[in-house]
């Protein structure tokens, strides 16, 4: 039996905007755009680690532990398609220099406990749906979700029955 597990650090989307958003979505969305993420699934990713040991895990939890960063708010005003990827997105027109700050602290830690980082630029985003190849026609913009983070994750991912399920494995604070 593997003893790795797929992690990775999040923001997790507050559950009453989780609920919110999964209703706007049906609204914007046609059931052939793709296939929509569970409520509970929607978060922003800060840094994939991919599979890695306990030992590992442990490490990247302890580094965690001492990071001292303001908690922010943004606004998720943006909405994308990535047809490569298949996702459909929200994201926000200005993210907040907090959430660049952490996203840029976890990946380099990552990045030297030999967790391979993207070379991609960060692009902060709550993916809304996957498995979406084909054009898509995204919402107006104007529309707003604000949100207060006050805490950030580390999550487990695992592909069981045919779902993909996320375990919240450690949870820090941001200074309030
Ligand atoms: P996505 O939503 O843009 O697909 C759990 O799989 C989370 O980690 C998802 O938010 C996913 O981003 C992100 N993720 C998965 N594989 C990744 C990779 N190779 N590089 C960066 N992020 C990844």
Known sequence: MSDTRRLFFALPIPPKTQRALV???????SAEAGRPIAAANLHITLAFLGDISEQKSQALQNMA???KQPAF???LDDAG???GAGVVWLGTRRAPRGLLQLAELLRSQAARSGCYQSPLPFHPHVT???GA????VLPP?????PIDFEYFALYSSEFRRGRTRYE???AWPLIT
Do not use: M, N
């Open 73 to 75: 708010s943004l606004d």
């Open 23 to 29: 209703k706007w979505r049906a609204d914007q969305f």
């Open 133 to 136: 190849t084909k054009a898509v």
């Open 65 to 67: 532990a001492r990071i």
């Open 81 to 83: 398609h990535w047809p």
């Open 141 to 145: 913009s104007g529309f707003h979700w």
């Open 128 to 130: 809304l749906l996957r």
């Open 168 to 170: 919240q494995i450690a």
